[in-house]
């Protein structure tokens, strides 16, 4: 445990050179999740965005996978749509896969760096011990976490539920206008 000065700061002393090495040899770096997840969230919002200069043309592409040609025979109308709805996740993962990829990459170089250490990469049968797992699952860093993302998950619904609340009149009254109202 960390002692305390006159001041109540922790006294810690900087790692001395040979335990740098031997984190960078074990695979062990630097990195934040929550800056993890702020960037992919920025970048998510900003594809979302970015999505609407592109989304006619998906969306019609979308469509083509419901029309069916009188001229293509039945047997093989399953093969061409299943060919084409591939390339049509491929395309959509890709768009959306990559750039957050770049992000979570960039994310990690600028946190604390990319290390390939062969010893972090190698199989350690000690790690598939149950009984440690289980361990792990019930420690109390791990009910913290728990805690966390239920309080996370509260507010969420808390708020998703007010906004609906709020909205609900006009939502129930959607249907009585005409299209260009609703939209």
């Known amino acids: 445990m960390a002692e305390e000065n006159e001041d109540g700061q922790e006294k810690t002393e900087e790692p001395s050179q040979r335990k740098i090495e031997k984190a960078k ?16 969230i920025s970048m998510g919002l900003v594809l979302m965005f970015a999505f609407f200069l ?3 043309q998906y969306l019609f592409e979308w469509a083509d996978l419901f029309v069916f040609d009188s001229d293509t025979k039945l047997d093989d109308l399953y ?3 299943s060919n084409y709805a591939l390339w049509y996740y491929l395309k959509v993962s890709l768009l959306f896969g990559t750039p957050i990829f770049l992000v979570t990459l960039g994310t990690q170089i ?17 790690k598939l011990n149950p009984i440690k797992g ?12 728990l805690g966390k993302s239920i309080l996370k998950v509260c507010l969420l619904m808390g708020t998703a539920t007010y ?3 709020l909205y609900l009149p006009t939502i129930i009254r959607i ?3 005409n299209l260009n109202s609703a939209l």
Request: avoid cysteine; hydrophobic fraction near 45%; charge should be positive.
């Open 25 to 40: 040899e074990d695979g062990k770096v630097l990195s934040s999740k929550e800056m993890f997840v702020f960037t992919n």
């Open 54 to 56: 592109v989304a006619r």
């Open 79 to 81: 093969n061409i749509k």
């Open 110 to 126: 600028a946190v604390g760096g990319i290390n390939f250490a062969p010893k972090a990469m190698s199989f350690k049968g000690s």
């Open 134 to 145: 289980f361990k792990n699952i019930i420690s109390m860093k791990s009910l913290v976490e």
């Open 163 to 165: 906004v609906i609340y």
């Open 175 to 177: 249907s009585d206008g």
